[in-house]
């Protein structure tokens, strides 16, 4: 990894996962991937996560055929932005499937110039935990990798801490994204990070607990002495939208000096971000909606065309439309409504 990525990575990266962008038959809309990729960099983001869950899985499905176009886009919109501005920006993809097809994926995004896989184990719950660290450590010897606590209710699966133990003994683990949306299994993972004895960072993937996982410390106490790990940055869906305001209050968060008072503001705000989140992302209906949900709002804002996903089945949940309208409405301070509409003013809107 390039030092200044690891660098990057270690200080606390802001990176949105990226949505596909699709027209009305269901195909690829290159050029409307290339406007929202230059929405998320114009945002101020520090990195993108490409062909992960908000990319929808299916772009790997042979007769879809998208995952190295869409990889090959991101990657393409992030160098240039990089020869442009001088700033470094974070090139992730996601990684899944068992060892061999996980392997595959990580060589392609290497040789296309990613400088992390996002790993995952959604859909694997057949293999031991033995078996999935493993397949950890043959992606770590193709390209770094961002360890993945899954959530159950959208494939993944409870780990033991002894498994994150073993993950971050793992030479090319450079950091781990805690996406289980459960408290006990959050501290698991920065408890095992805490004792490795490594630089790994510890990035929030819980979008129901954004700017909690953000202010909070975990201390652990080793003997006389006292070991503590913070989550430093985020990976996260629900960054996929209003990208610029969420930017402005991750560089706020960012400016706390660790130990000080929190402003009692900041857990107002933590509760609102929720529940803005629970509409996106359908969580009235098991996250059924939560892909559709993220491009309901960019296509209210004129960065989507419409909220068509590769899967006909995929959409709305009855109801999810109007607690959209809700959150918009008690909350107004979230969106960035205006940034959007003078980035499109500069880009030109979809015809």
């Not at 057949?126 to 992606?139: F, G, I, M, P, Y």
């Not at 900041?266 to 996250?287: E, K, P, V």
């Amino acid at each position: 990894m390039r030092k200044e990525t690891k660098e990057l990575i270690l200080k606390g990266a802001f990176i949105p996962a990226m949505p596909l962008v699709l027209d009305e038959n269901r195909s690829f809309d290159e050029a409307g991937q290339r406007r929202l990729i230059r929405y998320y960099l114009e945002c101020g983001v520090d990195g993108i996560a490409a062909a992960v869950h908000t990319t929808q899985f299916e772009i790997r499905d042979p007769k879809v055929n998208l995952f190295e176009t869409v990889l090959r886009v991101a990657m393409d919109e992030i160098s240039r932005y990089r020869e442009r501005t001088g700033k470094n920006i974070l090139a992730i993809a996601g990684v899944c499937g068992p060892a061999p097809q996980a392997v595959k994926e990580a060589e392609l995004i290497c040789e296309l110039g990613y400088d992390a896989a996002l790993l995952s184990p959604g859909r694997l719950n057949d293999l031991s935990e033995e078996e999935l660290v493993e397949r950890t450590r043959l992606v770590a010897e193709k390209i770094d990798v961002i360890g993945f606590y899954l959530q159950t209710a959208v494939g993944g699966r409870v780990f033991s801490y002894d498994y994150w133990k073993k993950i971050c003994a793992i030479e090319g683990v450079a950091a781990v994204k805690c996406a289980a949306f459960n408290r006990y299994l959050t501290i698991d993972v920065a408890r095992a990070i805490a004792f490795s004895n490594r630089d790994i960072a510890l990035y929030t993937g819980n979008d129901d607990n954004i700017i909690t996982d953000l202010l909070t410390e975990y201390r652990f106490a080793d003997g006389e002495n006292v070991r503590s790990v913070r989550m430093v940055g985020g990976l996260l869906g629900h960054w996929a939208v209003w990208t610029h305001t969420a930017v402005e209050i991750f560089r706020k968060l960012k400016s706390q000096i660790p130990g000080s008072a929190i402003d009692p503001k900041w857990l107002t705000l933590a509760a609102q971000i929720t529940d803005a989140n629970s509409a996106f992302f359908d969580t009235a209906n098991g996250f059924k909606g939560c892909i559709a949900g993220i491009h309901e709002v960019l296509c209210r804002q004129g960065l989507m065309p419409g909220i068509w996903c590769l899967n006909p089945k995929e959409g709305l949940s009855r109801g999810q439309r109007e607690e959209i309208d809700r959150v918009y409405a008690q909350y107004p301070h979230l969106n960035d409504d205006a940034f959007a509409a003078e980035f499109i003013k500069k880009e030109g809107s979809f015809s």
